[in-house]
């Protein structure tokens, strides 16, 4: 699986908007995009995904250039429960490819919302 | 999203002896799981992939005889630290792989972890 690169920490303000962005320069054609987060003491919980398309769901936005070599994950309104690690993985998915595949985790970036 | 469940939450052990921890998918069915392990302040680092029915496969300097696991059933894996030292000390974490969600990717879901600490 390819890797991915992440500025290690940012902050924004309680309310505001939060754009974590990744870089995956050497993504294949079949990777996805995948963003997890850590909260303090707890297991990864999971956010997103995508492959070329920007998504959006309930907790952010995926934002990935044209190019696919980044991406960017968007917390609209970051609220202080959203203070965690973020981890930016890609990795194949589906079929035989994608259950031969795992999650790696890098050190992610840790979001600090301030009140 | 499933749910993954993992018990105990948190363990003290004595230096030597073993210690088990169970991770369950509570509504799914999952052939493969993982076990991750996370220091204090690093991230998860893969320990082994476990396969319903099959011998676990585990990634490169993880001793297989230290870490048993076993995954005797489609919802049920185990992890067993035997001989416990205090360098074992760590946050376990498992996953559970969904192979078959409505769109049809197979997705990842992680349980709360299990702090383990070896005195």
């Known amino acids: 699986d390819a890797k991915t690169t992440q500025p290690p920490s940012m902050d924004c303000a309680e309310g505001r908007a939060a754009n974590l962005p990744c870089n995956h320069s050497?993504?294949?054609?079949?990777?996805?995009v995948y963003w997890y987060r850590q909260i303090h003491s707890q297991g990864p919980q999971y956010i997103i995904h995508g492959l070329k398309n920007n998504e959006t769901n309930e907790m952010a936005s995926l934002i990935i250039t044209e190019d696919r070599k980044s991406s960017t994950l968007i917390l609209p309104h970051a609220t202080l429960r959203d203070t965690a690690v973020y981890y930016c993985?890609?990795?194949?998915?589906?079929?035989?490819?994608?259950?031969?595949?795992?999650?790696?985790f890098g050190k992610g970036i840790t979001l600090s919302v301030r009140p | 999203g499933a749910v993954v469940s993992q018990h105990p939450s948190w363990v003290i052990c004595k230096s030597g002896t073993s210690v088990k921890i169970e991770c369950r998918s509570l509504d799914f069915q999952a052939t493969t799981m993982f076990w991750y392990r996370q220091f204090p302040k690093q991230s998860l680092m893969l320990m082994a992939t476990s396969n319903e029915g099959s011998k676990a496969t585990y990634e490169q300097g993880v001793e297989k005889d230290k870490f048993l696991i076993n995954h005797a059933s489609l919802t049920l894996s185990t992890l067993t630290v035997t001989s416990a030292h205090p360098e074992d000390s760590s946050f376990y974490i498992c996953?559970?792989?969904?192979?078959?969600?409505?769109?049809?990717?197979?997705?990842?879901?992680f349980g709360p972890g299990t702090r383990l600490t070896v005195t």
């Open positions: 993985i890609v990795r194949v998915a589906g079929g035989l490819a994608g259950a031969n595949s795992k999650l790696t």
């Open positions: 050497t993504i294949s054609g079949n990777e996805y």
């Open positions: 996953s559970a792989r969904d192979e078959s969600p409505l769109e049809g990717f197979d997705e990842q879901y």
